[in-house]
């Protein structure tokens, strides 16, 4: 079974109902980097998303939604793929053609959908990574030794 979503995304887009990924984005109107989900060009605002009825009546996962207010997913990440799977579940499941609950509702859709074709977005890093080191650069040799080695 195909699902199909109420919003105008071509089935073959890369972000379709079968593909949400998150990020971190902000717009002109509210310039704080924050949580959303992708569905082809559409973001679902998951800060605003966490202040509606909506989550805290049909999310089945419980956990401190102020990791959704945060400018990186590390702190959301850090709950786990269970809490994180369940929030993306719970996104699609709003997202369905026939789940009336955003699709209906022209205030809540309103908040919690952003049109980048008609609001300008930005995207920003989603995840802060500290202290990373690159350890393959120590065990390779350099090209300019190999190419020496065949000069010769």
């Given amino acids: 079974m195909v699902l199909k979503t109420w919003l105008d995304v071509p089935e073959e887009h890369d972000f379709s109902i079968e593909n949400l990924p998150f990020g971190i984005f902000s717009t002109a109107a509210n310039t704080h980097a924050r949580p959303g989900i992708a569905i082809g060009r559409f973001i679902v605002d998951l800060d605003a998303l966490a202040e509606t009825e909506a989550f805290s009546m049909y999310c089945t996962c ?33 997202l369905v053609e026939m789940t009336p609950i955003l699709r209906d509702d022209k205030v809540l ?12 977005v930005e995207m920003h ?21 190999i190419a020496r080695r065949y000069l010769k």
Avoid: W
């Fill in 109 to 120: 859709r309103e908040n919690c959908i952003v049109d980048t074709e008609a609001v300008r």
């Fill in 125 to 145: 890093l989603p995840m802060q990574i500290g202290d990373f080191t690159d350890f393959l650069n120590s065990r390779t040799v350099r090209p300019p030794s």
């Fill in 62 to 94: 419980q956990f401190p939604h102020s990791v959704l207010k945060q400018s990186t997913l590390n702190e959301f990440a850090a709950l786990g793929r269970e809490t994180v799977n369940a929030v993306r579940i719970f996104v699609k499941y709003l």
